[in-house]
């Protein structure tokens, strides 16, 4: 089954508004967990590495004002993209890792579409 | 030079076939390296994880060169359902590679 769980699978909104997103590891800590940004046909690309109880750490080139990371507690993470754009429409994908060589698990995405 | 990169593909080929993939990365610290797999529109999972010694998982293959930098995934007997895109991610930084098109015809 499912070991990290993403919130909501798929997201329409107008431009201008907010739009979050939740990642939750369910049967593990996650004290490190990633977010992801995919476009058609192209890598995923990692935007942030979310820390508990700490600042996320943003990827060259990401707007730390836009993409809102709170890591509240071991098992969730949220993304929140804020005053969203058409440009920010995409494949949303946060995963999480558990202990030191374990592989990452990913959410199952989230397919945002800002009209 | 990107931190990871893989074969462009996309990769054609018949069912039953034998196909490789290979994937450079150019962090020598690199620890662990894994192998993804994605369909189209969902998100990655995992295929293998990449071991020092080489791992083989039915007719999956992958190997680690420490001293070329690079990771290779072979699948033999191709099926139809191995069609997606192929990542490979060491795990130093999470870093992806932009995946490998396989499309296995009937």
């Known amino acids: 089954g499912a070991v990290v769980s993403q919130h909501p699978s798929r997201v329409i909104c107008k431009s201008g508004t907010s739009v979050k997103i939740e990642c939750r590891s369910l049967?593990?800590?996650?004290?490190?967990m990633f977010w992801y940004r995919q476009f058609p046909k192209q890598s995923l690309m990692l935007m942030a590495t979310?820390?508990?109880?700490?600042?996320?750490?943003?990827e060259q080139g990401v707007e730390k004002d836009k993409f809102l990371i709170n890591h509240a507690s071991l098992t969730l993470s949220t993304l929140t993209v804020t005053s969203a754009h058409p440009e920010d429409s995409s494949f949303y994908i946060c995963?999480?890792?558990?202990?030191?060589?374990?592989?990452?698990?990913f959410g199952n995405g989230t397919r945002l579409t800002v009209t | 030079r990107k931190e990871v990169e893989q074969d462009p593909g996309p990769f054609n080929v018949p069912e039953g076939a034998t196909v490789a993939f290979n994937c450079t990365y150019s962090?020598?610290?690199?620890?662990?390296f894994f192998w993804y797999r994605q369909d189209c529109r969902k998100e990655p999972k995992l295929l293998m994880s990449?071991?020092?010694s080489g791992n083989e998982d039915g007719r999956f293959t992958a190997q680690l060169n420490r001293a070329s930098q690079y990771i290779s995934l072979l699948i033999r007997d191709s099926k139809l359902s191995d069609s997606a895109t192929y990542l490979c991610?060491?795990?130093?930084?999470?870093?992806f590679g932009q995946g490998t098109e396989l499309s296995v015809k009937p």
């Open positions: 995963s999480a890792m558990g202990a030191n060589n374990s592989p990452l698990h």
């Open positions: 049967d593990f800590q996650a004290t490190t």
């Open positions: 979310s820390n508990e109880g700490s600042k996320a750490t943003y």
């Open positions: 962090n020598s610290a690199s620890q662990s």
């Open positions: 990449v071991y020092s």
């Open positions: 991610v060491t795990k130093g930084k999470l870093i």
